[in-house]
């Protein structure tokens, strides 16, 4: 039996923290002991959800700001409703609860898992940005609440409810019937509530697939719920035609009932995972949610993106999204623009440059810039618009099915005409032709589509969400097993965005004075390749020497002075004075313009990241590594990945990369994203999923996203997908059977 991760279950791999699945899961675990929150264990029971390891750079909170300014405008309690990403268990609903009561000991706190939310009523002196901020320790996400639209299955659930019971009391009802009643004050009264309970039924439930009937048609398509709706509309009429005329003989209204409930079971069963799925993670509103701190008149505002003019004044703090091209004023600062280009490694701008809209501030401290363009002219509104409200989310159907389903619809509606027209010039008799004509549709009404591989579906979701992967489109499974090539972006999704020391053998070179100076150096800045070497020293034994006063230079790194010494730790060019550093050095550790350590950071892979690609190519998969980034990177992490070289392609712009998939893609492409220039290639492949859950606007197109450190569950998806259309396929052919059966009987006349 594989070792499991001691926070959430899932099994561990070669990137694991020890007894843990990834750095996350272990934070978490300690944090929970520390905190004598162990219980959250025995009231999770079963597996749990990996921590998602977020940077603590991309969590905005300028959203908590107008929440702040409402609840401290208050002299009384005040309601605050929040959205939460991550809960799953009643294990994270006590949690919630515990640390709310830690917090305040005035107010309540309801957690609503099904929808993904929390409703407080709190005082003035709550402190809600160290509630939020506590929380948030834990790998769970807050927002604002955007989770407002109306869930399919939560439609669906009422529905179903009230039609089984009606389908319950209905059978009671036709007892008499059954038991050979054909008068009297019971058999009326009965036969009347059956006819009432079935006409509530049809209303209810039937309603369902009426409309969604009619929503087909009006789009030129022949959907399989056209012949239930058929079904359902001519059973019940043939029925109260049958009871007003005999009062008995020939009324369907139990069977209906039972119909009707059973497919209001299948449809449920489809959309419930799909709906849970979603309200894991906090809603997108596209660039509408989008804040910046504007000054004007001495004075900084938190507004909505779209109300940036060209020429005002943003305050850009560390971790704020550049919301439109931008020129920095008084002073130069860091950016990272892995979700634009895919460069892992930040950029260091000087004043007077212009930074791209969708650019993180990376530095220590805040920094002012002017806007270059107005908000309608950002490159965001495209890329980071939401998905259409009222839209089913992009689910597209496969060909297979879209042939499927316009074929069974034109041959069932075809045989149920053609029992009508035979009986009619058989008998003469118009009752009996259109009782034939229902018993067709009635005996060929898809169950198997609408119970069988719903609940087949269901089983397989459940075991992905297991496993770390969550799907969002109900129809991603099926166009899943068409998969034959799967490309990735680089930065973020087959690496994790993190740098690494690549030659962390040259410190072994250092004497143990330098390298306690260059440790305190990196240790000292926030700097991602700051971080890589501090990293470098964790399995070392180094102890910091003396106390510094470093200074940090904009855009060239930290400088140290002792004893007459200038010590540096940066640009290369700029710790060596007379040049000659190493070609592949980034970064360089010198004294007095000598360089006593060229540096070579470079980003670190998903733990498994060579064994799923080798895995996928097993299977039959063309790989491919497409980025923004430069193409001597991505080749180096195709390499890496044992991604052949010919099928790596970097420079790559947003359009650039839907162009690839669209000259690529003959619907056999999974793309896995992760940055806000892989936006526009999401729409264009067949199969999309992310790993980038720390904002909702790429979850928010894609089929599916992930939460592991691994890529494990893209292959386990893929396979599942294709076990999945074997048993879709055995479900077909034993509906054949029966409905070749069936159809015989019905036509019959039996």
């Given amino acids: 039996m594989a070792a499991c991760c001691l926070h959430c279950g899932l099994a561990l791999s070669s990137g694991g923290v020890g007894v843990f699945c990834c750095p996350g899961c272990a934070a978490v675990y300690a944090l929970l002991h520390d905190e004598h929150l162990d219980r959250y264990y025995e009231l999770r029971r079963g597996k749990g959800v990996p921590v998602a390891d977020l940077p603590a750079a991309r969590r905005d909170t300028k959203w908590l700001v107008a929440l702040e300014q409402g609840l401290r405008a208050e002299s009384s309690a005040s309601r605050i409703t929040l959205d939460v990403q991550g809960l799953h268990c009643v294990g994270c609903v006590w949690l919630i609860e515990e640390l709310f009561r830690r917090t305040t000991t005035e107010g309540r706190i309801v957690v609503n898992t099904a929808v993904g939310r929390i409703d407080m009523v709190v005082g003035p002196r709550f402190d809600l940005r160290g509630f939020v901020g506590h929380v948030e320790r834990f790998g769970y996400l807050l927002g604002q609440p955007l989770k407002n639209g109306p869930r399919p299955s939560s439609d669906l659930l009422w529905r179903l409810g009230v039609c089984a019971a009606i389908a319950m009391n209905s059978m009671i009802f036709a007892i008499p019937l059954y038991a050979g009643l054909e008068r009297g004050r019971i058999f009326s009264l009965f036969t009347t509530l059956d006819f009432a309970l079935g006409a509530a039924a049809v209303v209810i439930g039937g309603s369902v697939f009426f409309r969604s009937a009619a929503q087909a048609i009006r789009r030129g398509i022949l959907h399989l719920d056209l012949p239930i709706a058929l079904g359902i509309a001519l059973a019940f009429a043939g029925s109260v035609h049958s009871y007003l005329a005999y009062r008995s003989r020939g ?88 979700w634009i280009v895919g460069e892992s490694r930040p950029r260091s701008y000087a004043p007077g440059e212009r930074v791209a809209a969708g650019a993180f501030a990376t530095g220590n401290e805040a920094v002012f810039a002017r806007a270059a363009t107005p908000f309608e002219e950002s490159p965001l509104r495209e890329l980071l618009r939401a998905p259409e409200p009222g839209s089913p989310d992009g689910a597209r159907m496969t060909v297979f099915f879209q042939k499927l389903s316009k074929a069974y619809v034109l041959v069932v509606l075809a045989l149920s005409a053609a029992g009508f027209v035979a009986w009619r010039l058989a008998t003469g008799d118009f009752a009996r032709a259109f009782d034939v004509s229902t018993a067709v549709l009635i005996v060929t009404c898809p169950c198997a589509f609408g119970i069988a591989a719903p609940l087949a579906y269901e089983i397989v979701q459940a075991r992905l969400r297991r496993a770390g992967l969550f799907v969002r489109r109900a129809s991603f499974l099926d166009r899943a097993r068409a998969v034959r090539r799967v490309v990735f972006d680089k930065t973020g999704t087959l690496t994790t965005g993190e740098l690494v020391l690549g030659n962390p053998e040259v410190l072994d070179s250092l004497l143990p004075e330098q390298a306690a100076i260059l440790y305190d150096l990196a240790a000292r800045s926030g700097h991602p390749k700051s971080a890589a070497v501090r990293d470098a020293f964790a399995s070392r034994d180094v102890s910091v020497a003396r106390r ?42 010198g004294v007095d313009g000598r360089v006593l350590a060229p540096l070579a950071t470079v980003e670190r892979p998903r733990p498994d990241a060579a064994k799923e690609v080798s895995a996928l190519e097993a299977d039959g998969m063309e790989v491919w590594l497409l980025s923004g980034d430069t193409q001597p990177r991505v080749e180096a992490a195709a390499a890496a990945c044992g991604i052949p070289a010919r099928h790596a392609v970097g420079e790559q712009t947003p359009r650039s990369k839907a162009a690839f998939l669209d000259a690529h893609d003959n619907a056999d492409t999974l793309f896995v994203g992760d940055g806000v220039n892989d936006a526009l290639a999401l729409d264009h492949a067949h199969v999309s999923g992310t790993p980038a859950v720390d904002r909702p606007y790429l979850p928010a197109r894609a089929d599916f996203f992930f939460v592991t450190p691994g890529l494990a569950p893209l292959r386990l998806a893929l396979r599942t997908a294709r076990a999945l259309a074997q048993v879709v396929r055995a479900v077909l052919a034993i509906a054949l059977v029966y409905n070749a059966v069936a159809i015989a009987l019905a036509l019959a006349g039996r």
């Fill in 548 to 589: 510094l006063r470093a200074v940090e230079r904009a855009g060239l790194g930290l400088e140290a002075t002792i004893d007459g010494r200038v010590w540096r730790l940066g640009e290369p060019s700029w710790v060596a004075r007379s040049g000659g550093t190493a070609t592949a050095a980034d970064l360089a550790f």
């Fill in 251 to 338: 009324a369907y209204f139990d069977t209906l009932d039972v119909f009707i409930a059973l497919m209001l079971l299948g449809r449920f069963l489809q959309e419930r995972a799909v709906d849970r799925n979603r309200a894991w993670l906090l809603a997108s509103d596209g660039t509408d949610g989008l804040l910046a701190r504007r000054m004007r008149e001495g004075r900084i505002d938190v507004v909505r993106c779209a109300d940036i003019a060209k020429g005002d004044t943003l305050l850009l703090a560390p971790g704020d999204l550049v919301p439109v091209d931008a020129i920095l004023e008084l002073q130069g600062a860091s950016f990272s623009l892995d």
